[in-house]
Each structure stands twice: as structure tokens, then as C-alpha cells.
């Protein structure tokens, strides 16, 4: 099922395939045209830097050198899974996967068909499978609406998370995570024994994590948080609740009732229904500040985002 695919990869070409956050857009990580493809197919600016996926932690070695212990207790503990690192790279890897950075991202996806693909074409480069801007794709669908019909997908079904990865710098102290995800602060601490870093969007992250500074997850619907005092009754507005003991059977409103996991899971694909329906706007019920929870702070993160839009 997977020979077209790696044939596809193989010869240089770009191929869509499920992991357990979203679905990325795959090029082979030693072939600068094949590179070349994934940023113009997705018009994605030539400094956002690519994660590298592999299968193994001897195709990670191909990317970076020696791995500090606390690499190794991070790669023992959450690969494969939903965390990507960022080390030192190997003078060999391509300027166009590290936008001429010193450090580069790795993941291994847990995800049995990316594990398979990954093990007999070789290390991807992978951004999730969407146009710039739009919301990450978490269904092969997406991925055709955005490229087009004829576009090569690996079908997976729906991406369990439906949030991209964790992505922390262990390349520097104090390591920094640029992008929370369903791995929390918390496991990775408990995990090495050492605080993190969280780095806001805004502050000088930028320039070490070039993607925090690009629009990101946004539909076309303007997308805001829900005041206190608003009654939920404007018919052009989506209204997504997550709080238990809130149920409502008007077809605006969706709630959650405290299951963050499917909210996180459906999220993107709210966000480009609420288009198709032609809501006007999406409103959110305000998270609460939950750190047990690694899904309330990515679910903040993408919120937010797409609010200041
Ligand atoms: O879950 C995921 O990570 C998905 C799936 C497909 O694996 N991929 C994904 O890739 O979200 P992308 O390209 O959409 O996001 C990668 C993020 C960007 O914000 C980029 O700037 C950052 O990782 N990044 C990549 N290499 C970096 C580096 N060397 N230093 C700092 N940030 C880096
Ligand atoms: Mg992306």
C-alpha cells in the first residue's frame, strides 16, 4: 500500500501522510529539489524552519552528534511521540531544512503508517500539510482541499491529537520549549530533572523559533474568546464550550463537557467547517489555567493565535 508513496519520495517527489499530531507534507531530508517542493507547495517563507522525521534514533544520528543523558532519557521516555527536539546539527544537514540555523528539529511520529513510510524511504522533512496560514490538517480531506483533489495523501483517518508536537530546544540552557503540545512542561521535567523555559510568541523566541513569528490555524471566520456577560445567541456565531454541565441542542453550539482530548482533536476541523457553514465568527469558552493538563495550555497556544489573527 505504501510502495507508490516511497517510489513517489524516492524520485524526489512531495507526499501527504497521517502522524498522531497532523498530517505532513513529506520530502526526502538529503534532496534540496524535493526540499524545494514542500515550501513552495505550501508558500511557506524560505526562514521557517522543517522537522526532520525519522524511525530510529541511528536516523536521528544522521542529523546531530553525540546525545547529551538528558537527550537520551527525552528520547527514552517520548519517542516515538508527539516531541520534537531541537540539537546542534551536523555541518552536512541542508541550510534549506535549518534556514541556515546551527541547531535542527527532530521527531520520531508514533504513528504506525508515518513509522513505516520513514523506515523504507528514509528521514522526511515534514511540515504539517496545509497552505500557510491555514489551520493544520487532521484529516486527509484537508489536506486535498488545501493542494487539490489529486494531491498524494496516505490515508489515515482522523490524527488521534490534532495538535502539533511539543517542540523544546535542549541545543541551549535553560532549554526553552517554543511550542506547547500534548507533551506537557511537567512530563519533560519530571523526566530530567530541570525546569523549562516557556517561550511566548511575541518575545525573542522569534529569532530562534522563526515559525512563532507566521500566522497560523486561522480560518477565514474571525475567531475570539467568549466574554463572561455575552448571551450565545448570535445565529452567524459558532459557539465551542468546553466546561462540564453545559449542553445545548442549538446546531451554533458545541460542547464539550470537560473533554479537552476531543476538543484538541477537533479543533482544525472546527475551524474549517465553521468556513464551509459561512459562520461570521467562532466563539470560545475561556480555558482555565490548567498546567495538569497538557492539552489546555497547546489548546491557549493555537487559540490565541488564531485570535490575534
Ligand atoms: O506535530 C508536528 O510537529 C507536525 C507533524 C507533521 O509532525 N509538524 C509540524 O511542522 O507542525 P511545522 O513545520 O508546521 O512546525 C514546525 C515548527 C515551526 O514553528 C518551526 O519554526 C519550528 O518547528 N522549528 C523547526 N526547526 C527549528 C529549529 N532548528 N529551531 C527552532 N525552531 C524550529
Ligand atoms: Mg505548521
Redesign the pocket.
Known amino acids: 500500500m505504501l510502495d507508490q508513496y516511497i517510489d513517489l519520495l524516492n524520485q524526489g517527489e512531495i507526499v501527504a501522510f497521517p502522524t498522531e499530531t497532523v498530517y505532513g507534507l513529506g520530502a526526502d531530508a538529503w534532496n534540496p529539489a524535493a526540499i524545494q517542493k514542500v515550501f513552495a507547495q505550501k508558500g511557506r517563507p524560505a526562514d521557517n524552519p522543517l522537522i526532520v522525521h525519522v524511525s530510529s534514533v541511528s536516523m536521528a544520528e544522521e542529523f546531530t552528534g553525540q546525545f547529551s543523558k538528558d537527550a537520551l532519557k527525552l528520547m527514552e521516555q517520548f519517542w516515538p511521540g508527539p516531541l520534537t527536539l531541537i540539537f546542534s546539527k551536523k555541518p552536512e544537514v541542508l541550510d534549506l531544512i535549518t534556514a541556515g540555523l546551527q541547531t535542527v528539529a527532530i521527531r520520531w511520529p508514533r504513528h504506525q503508517l508515518a513509522q513505516n513510510l520513514i523506515s523504507q524511504a528514509g528521514p522526511l522533512v515534514a511540515?504539517?500539510a496545509?497552505t500557510s496560514g491555514k489551520p493544520?490538517p487532521t484529516k486527509a480531506d484537508h489536506v486535498k482541499e488545501d493542494f487539490g483533489s489529486d494531491f498524494p495523501v496516505i490515508e489515515g483517518g482522523d490524527t488521534d491529537i490534532g495538535l502539533?508536537s511539543t517542540v523544546l530546544d535542549i541545543s541551549r540552557t535553560p532549554y526553552s520549549i517554543y511550542r506547547p503540545g500534548a507533551i506537557s512542561a511537567g512530563e519533560i521535567e519530571h523526566v530530567i530533572g530541570k525546569k523549562t523555559q516557556q517561550n511566548p510568541p511575541s518575545t525573542d523566541t522569534t529569532a530562534k523559533s522563526p515559525?512563532t513569528k507566521y500566522t497560523?490555524y486561522a480560518p477565514k471566520a474571525t475567531v475570539r474568546w467568549l466574554s463572561s456577560n455575552e448571551e450565545a445567541d448570535n445565529l452567524q456565531t459558532l459557539y465551542l464550550f468546553h466546561s462540564e454541565n453545559i449542553s445545548s441542542a442549538e446546531k451554533n453550539k458545541v460542547c464539550y463537557n470537560g473533554n479537552y482530548k476531543r476538543l484538541a482533536h477537533e479543533l482544525y476541523d472546527r475551524f474549517r467547517q465553521a468556513d464551509h457553514k459561512g459562520y461570521a465568527s467562532i466563539a470560545i469558552e475561556p480555558l482555565p489555567e490548567n498546567l495538569e493538563n497538557p492539552l489546555i495550555p497547546a489548546l491557549a497556544n493555537r487559540i490565541q493565535k488564531a485570535v490575534s489573527q
Request: aromatic share 0%.
Open positions: 511540515p504539517s496545509n493544520s502539533e515559525g497560523h
